[in-house]
């Protein structure tokens, strides 16, 4: 079966970096759309950055310019380079593979990582 797993999550202080890495296993990893999102306490899961089979790349508003996707089809990963981070950053960071853009079908998730960011 199709399996996620994130890493790379942990605390860090305000204007500072880190990178979550991403697996997926189980099919195809060329084959589908990989993506980042986050859910912060209290509030709704967000996309944050996702990257499309053909590596057509999307970013929310709110981490343009500071964050930046990349997939290794060769190693079946997709990263988040997250740089100058923000205490608004701070949330539970899901990775997910799906057959769509949009993350609507065929999608997996991972367990999610967290990221503190400390003003």
């Known amino acids: 079966q199709v399996q996620v797993v994130e890493s790379g999550g942990g605390l860090v202080q305000a204007g500072g970096s880190l990178r979550l ?3 997926a296993s189980g099919r195809t990893f060329s084959n589908y759309a990989m993506g980042w999102f986050r859910q912060a306490p209290g509030k709704e899961r967000e ?3 996702s990257v499309s089979w053909s590596g057509s ?3 929310a508003d709110s981490v343009k ?3 930046t996707i990349a997939r290794d089809n060769a190693k079946n990963t997709v990263y988040l380079q997250m740089n100058s981070l923000k205490p608004e950053d701070t949330a539970v960071y899901y990775c997910a ?3 769509t853009v949009a993350f ?3 999608t997996y998730w991972g367990q999610g990582t967290q990221v503190t960011v400390s003003s």
Do not use: L
């Open 21 to 23: 890495s991403c697996t």
């Open 47 to 49: 996309s944050v950055a």
């Open 104 to 106: 609507t079908v065929d």
């Open 57 to 59: 790349t999307y970013y």
């Open 97 to 99: 593979t799906s057959a």
């Open 65 to 67: 310019g500071r964050f």
